[in-house]
């Protein structure tokens, strides 16, 4: 079953907008970077958004969304527990943030 994975972040005001572009770029860049013990690419797709356009007024201040899918909860669980690539990637960003959404579900879509 396809799980997706949406990751918003919201920065501290003293980040400045190269080094936000850089975490924006590295994480797009984990669809490749990310692999299986085998060494086989996971991830089934990443798609971003750099700016909030959105007219309702609720982003609630953050800067970068990520919807991550992936095809079995065991890439999931590889993700966020093992894979090399996904860890440094959060070591990097942590200290860069004042806070984060992350919110995993089983993908469905609406029927015709």
Request: charged content about 20%; overall charge negative; aromatic content about 12%.
């Amino acid at each position: 079953m396809t799980l997706t994975h949406i990751v918003s972040f919201r920065y501290a005001e003293t980040v400045d907008l190269a080094t936000r572009q850089s975490v924006f770029e590295r994480f797009l860049d984990l669809r490749s970077l990310c692999k299986l013990q085998d060494g086989s690419a996971y991830i089934a797709d990443v798609i971003a958004g750099n700016a909030n356009i959105s007219p309702e007024g609720a982003g609630k201040g953050f800067d970068h969304t990520f919807i991550v899918t992936f095809n079995n909860a065991d890439h999931v669980k590889h993700y966020l527990e093992t894979d090399a690539a996904h860890l440094d990637f959060v070591a990097f960003v942590k200290p860069l943030l004042v806070d984060a959404f992350i919110y995993d579900f089983h993908t469905q879509r609406a029927s015709a």
